[in-house]
């Protein structure tokens, strides 16, 4: 299994996610990362009750440090209030913001076409890296020629 550092699948809530899609939001927040590249591809896996692939974005940046400076350097385009953005880093010592362009929304993949990717395909808790084979497969689901 050949892994791809700079192909990734994200979960995002539904409103989160159409924030991203109508480019109202460009930053995600998130509590905790692994290491990303710059450059990365974000294949965004919109949870329950979607539960699809819907689109793919460009991480040109990562915003890192303590909750107040994430916000203060990424709020106005984080698309959540700033007692959102309290309540879900609450007990957090580090924020990370990541920086989106290149937003494309395409055919929704459901389920059972991710299961053709991967057998045991679960939506991931924070992110994970997708195969060559799988970054390809999901390019073809959702941008048919």
Request: hydrophobic share 45%; net charge positive; proline share 6%.
């Amino acid at each position: 299994m050949t892994l791809v550092d700079d192909e990734i699948l994200i979960s995002i809530r539904p409103s989160f996610a159409g924030a991203i899609f109508s480019g109202s939001k460009t930053v995600e927040i998130r509590r905790k990362i692994p290491a990303i590249q710059l450059g990365a591809r974000l294949w965004i896996y919109v949870t329950k009750p979607v539960g699809e692939v819907r689109g793919v974005a460009r991480i040109i940046d990562i915003v890192e440090g303590d909750p107040d400076a994430v916000w203060h350097a990424c709020g106005s385009r984080a698309g959540l209030a700033r007692s959102d953005f309290n309540d879900y880093l609450r007990g957090s010592a580090k924020a990370y913001g990541l920086v989106l362009q290149e937003v494309k929304v395409g055919r929704p993949v459901s389920m059972v076409a991710l299961k053709t990717l991967r057998a045991n395909f679960h939506p991931p808790q924070v992110i994970t890296r997708l195969t060559v084979a799988e970054s390809k497969g999901l390019q073809r689901f959702l941008f048919p020629a």
